[in-house]
């Protein structure tokens, strides 16, 4: 933006038709465009170029607060972008090492099937045998908790 656009901006006697009565805002902080009646049927009055810049400072506390909001966002988006990179690495290395532990399970699975169809049915007898010492020790354990 030009220099002369600036000083256009910051010069508002013109638009705000000042003639040297102007007034200044209420020391409450609370002020109206409008004077001292508002919701009376009173016309416009300008209150000049006091106010013209109080208006112009407050814009300018408005602006800086949303400028830091905007960061704020701006940072927050930039975490997230930054967690979903990093989340998505991390799934495609337990999706290798998954791949990796299916094949592995695999070929145990295929040596398993190798080993039972070569012993008969004698492998059957002791899985179940396990199974009923494994029970056993589960129900002892629990009755005697």
Known sequence: ?????????????????????????????????YGDSVGRDVPFQPMGQRYADDLEGQNDEHLE???????????????IGNEVRESTVQLSQMNDAFSETSGILAGTFRRMNNMAARQGCRWLWYIVFLVIVFWFFIVVWWFRR
């Open 1 to 33: 933006m030009s220099q002369r656009y600036r000083t256009n901006l910051r010069d508002r006697s013109t638009l705000l038709g000042t003639n040297g009565d102007y007034r200044t805002p209420p020391s409450s902080g609370r002020s109206s465009p």
């Open 65 to 79: 607060g949303l400028t830091a909001k905007v960061k704020i966002l701006k940072d927050i988006t930039i975490g």
